[in-house]
C-alpha cells in the first residue's frame, strides 16, 4: 500500500459517485504526486514532458475511472497507470536519454513508494504552517515556480513572498527539530 | 493546456461513474463472439447428428465442462487484467490445476484401456485438424475480448492478450464441442487443450499490439 492511501480511495470513491469537490482535490493533490513521479523518472530538461505525461495520466484516470474497483488499493490502480503512460512515452520517444531507464521499467514496483512517502510527509509537515505560505512554498520550492510567478497569481509583491516562505521554512525546520 | 485549466475541465465534466462496467463490457464482447463463432461452427461444421442423444452423453458433459470451467477461469483473469495494476495469478493457477486434473483422468482412462484400443483414444479421427478449428471458432470470441479490453484499461498487455486468447479458446473449444465426434478422454486432454493453448498464443501476440490506449 502507498502512502496516503486511504484519504485518496476516500476521495476517489467520493468522485466515483459525482462529487465535483473530492474530485478536485484529488486531482490536485495527485497532479502534485504525479508531477514528482515523472520528473524522477525523466532527464532534467523535460520538465515539459513531464507535464505533458501527468496531463495524460489525468485525462486517463478519467476516461477510465470505472475501471477502479473501490474494493481494491487506490494508489496502485493509479501507479500501474501512470507507469504505463510512462513506458508508453518512452517506448514511443526511444531516442529520448532518461535519467535512470533501468529505475523507469520498474515504475510499477515499489520504489515509487519512497518519493511518495517523502511527498506525504512533506504535505503532513505543510498543513502545520498557514495557507499562504503554504501554497508559496508549493509552488516555488516543490512545483519549480519563478517567486515573481508566484507573487504576480497572489497579487503580493515578490519581497513579500520571499519573507512568507523564509519563514515558513524556519517553523517547518522547527517542527522537524522537535520530532522525537 | 495547463494542468490547472485541464483539471478544471476534468471536474466540470465529472459525471458518476457506470458501476460494473468492466464485467458488462466483457460480457458484451463474449457475447457478440459466441454468436459469430456458433454461427461459424453451424455454417462451416454443422452440429452433431442426434445431438439430443449427445448432449446427454457423459463424455459430451466432460468436454464441455472442461471446456466451460477453462472460459470461467478466463473470463476472470480478463476482468482483472482489464483494470489497471490487475494480476492474472489465482485464476490462471486454477486454470492450470484444471489442465492437470483433466490430464490425469485421461492418463487413468488411457491405462485402463486394452493396449490396442490407446491410439484410438489419443487420436481419434480428428485429431489433425481439432486444434486448428477450435482456434477459427476461437476468433470471433478473442476478436470480441480484445474489443472489449481497448475500452476498459489493462496496463499489462502480453498478460491481458494471453488471457483473452486462452478464455477465446475455451469458449471456441465449448462451440466446438457441439460439432466434435470424440469421445475419449485423451483426445480431449491433448487436442482441446493444444487449440486453447493456439489461441492463447495468438492472443500474446495480438496484446501489445492492440491493446495500446
Redesign the interface.
Known amino acids: 500500500m502507498f502512502p496516503g492511501e486511504i484519504e485518496l480511495r476516500a476521495l476517489m470513491i467520493r ?4 462529487d ?1 469537490a473530492a ?2 482535490s484529488l ?2 493533490e495527485l ?1 502534485v504526486r504525479l508531477r514528482g513521479f515523472f520528473r524522477k523518472r525523466l532527464a532534467a530538461g523535460y520538465a515539459a514532458d513531464a ?1 505533458d505525461l ?2 495524460e495520466t ?3 484516470l ?1 476516461a ?6 473501490p474494493s ?2 487506490f494508489t ?6 501512470a ?2 503512460k510512462l513506458a ?1 512515452h518512452l517506448r514511443r520517444r526511444r531516442d529520448q536519454p532518461t535519467a535512470d531507464l533501468a529505475e523507469s521499467e520498474s515504475v ?1 514496483a515499489d520504489d515509487v513508494s519512497e518519493g511518495a512517502l517523502a511527498q506525504l510527509d512533506l504535505s503532513r509537515l505543510l498543513a502545520a504552517i498557514p495557507a499562504g505560505p503554504r501554497a508559496w512554498i508549493r509552488s516555488v520550492r516543490i512545483e519549480g515556480r519563478s517567486i515573481a510567478e508566484v507573487a504576480a497569481r497572489a497579487g503580493v509583491s515578490s519581497s513579500a513572498v520571499k519573507v512568507g516562505i523564509h519563514r515558513g521554512l524556519r517553523a517547518l525546520a522547527g517542527k522537524v527539530q522537535t520530532k522525537p | ?1 495547463t ?1 490547472n485549466d ?2 478544471d475541465r ?10 460494473g ?2 464485467v458488462r463490457r466483457i460480457a458484451m464482447g463474449v457475447a457478440v463472439g459466441l454468436a459469430a463463432s456458433a454461427a461459424l461452427m453451424l455454417t462451416l461444421l454443422g452440429a452433431r447428428q442426434n445431438l439430443l442423444a449427445v448432449l446427454s452423453s457423459e463424455v459430451y458433459w466432460l468436454k464441455s465442462g472442461y471446456a466451460l470451467l477453462l472460459a470461467a477461469c478466463g473470463f476472470w483473469a480478463v476482468a482483472r487484467l ?4 490487475g494480476k492474472g495469478g489465482a485464476p490462471g493457477i486454477i486454470g492450470a490445476l484444471l489442465v492437470f486434473v483433466f490430464a490425469g483422468l485421461a492418463l487413468s482412462d488411457l491405462l485402463a484401456a486394452p493396449e490396442a484400443m490407446r491410439a484410438e483414444l489419443i487420436l481419434g479421427k480428428s485429431a489433425l485438424v481439432c486444434p486448428w478449428l477450435i482456434a477459427l471458432l476461437a476468433a470471433p470470441v478473442v476478436a470480441g475480448l480484445l474489443w472489449a479490453m481497448r475500452g ?2 489493462p ?1 499489462e498487455l502480453r498478460g491481458a492478450g494471453f488471457a483473452a486468447g486462452l478464455m477465446g479458446g475455451a469458449v471456441g473449444a465449448w462451440v466446438y464441442a457441439f460439432h466434435c465426434p470424440e469421445s475419449g478422454t485423451p483426445f480431449i486432454a491433448l487436442w482441446y487443450t493444444a487449440g486453447i493453448m493456439i489461441a492463447g498464443a495468438i492472443g500474446l501476440f495480438l496484446g501489445p499490439r492492440l491493446l ?2
Open positions: 468522485s466515483l459517485a459525482g465535483a474530485y478536485r486531482l490536485d497532479t507535464e501527468v496531463q489525468l485525462l486517463a478519467h477510465r475511472r470505472a475501471t477502479y474497483d481494491k488499493p496502485a490502480w493509479l501507479h500501474a497507470i507507469g504505463y508508453d510499477a | 493546456m494542468t485541464l483539471i476534468l471536474v466540470t465534466e465529472l459525471t458518476p461513474a457506470a458501476r462496467l468492466v482489464s483494470r489497471p495494476a476498459l484499461a496496463t495500446r490506449w
